[in-house]
C-alpha cells in the first residue's frame, strides 16, 4: 500500500505561483513513477505531469509546458509541483498519483494509488 498526501493548494492571483507538494508513505519512494492530475468542475481528470521512477524523465501536458516544473525529493519521499505564471483555466483540485513502473503516464487509469487532492483557485 502506498499513501499520498498533497499539499499546497490555495488562492492565488494570476500570474502568481504555487508549490504544491505530495509526500509518499508505505513503499519504498524509488520504486514508482509520479504524476500530478488535475479535475476543474464539470471536467474529467486530465494529465499535468509526470516523472519517471528515477526522475531523469519528465513530461506534460500542452497547457502547463514552460509553466510547470514536476520534482522529486527522495530524502523527503516527496515529489512537488511547482506552478508558475498560474492561469484561471488552472483552477482545479490537484492530484497526485503513483504507479509501479519505471516511467510516467498520462492516462490515470494506468496509476495504481492516488492522493486525496488539494484545491487551486486562480482569481483573474
Known amino acids: 500500500q502506498v499513501q499520498l498526501v498533497e499539499s499546497g493548494g490555495g488562492l492565488v492571483q494570476a500570474g502568481g505561483s504555487l508549490r504544491l507538494s505530495c509526500v509518499a508513505s508505505g513503499r519504498s519512494f524509488s520504486s514508482y513513477a509520479m504524476g500530478w492530475f488535475r479535475q476543474a468542475p464539470g471536467k474529467e481528470r486530465e494529465f499535468v505531469a509526470g516523472a519517471s521512477r528515477s526522475d531523469d524523465n519528465t513530461i506534460y501536458a500542452d497547457s502547463v509546458k514552460g509553466r510547470f516544473i514536476i520534482s522529486r525529493d527522495y530524502a523527503k519521499n516527496t515529489v512537488y509541483l511547482q506552478m508558475n505564471s498560474l492561469l484561471p483555466e488552472d483552477t482545479a483540485v490537484y492530484y497526485c498519483?503513483?504507479?509501479?513502473?519505471?516511467?510516467?503516464?498520462?492516462?490515470?487509469?494506468?496509476?495504481?494509488?492516488w492522493g486525496q487532492g488539494t484545491q487551486v483557485t486562480v482569481s483573474s
Open positions: 498519483a503513483a504507479r509501479f513502473a519505471y516511467s510516467t503516464e498520462v492516462f490515470r487509469g494506468g496509476y495504481d494509488y
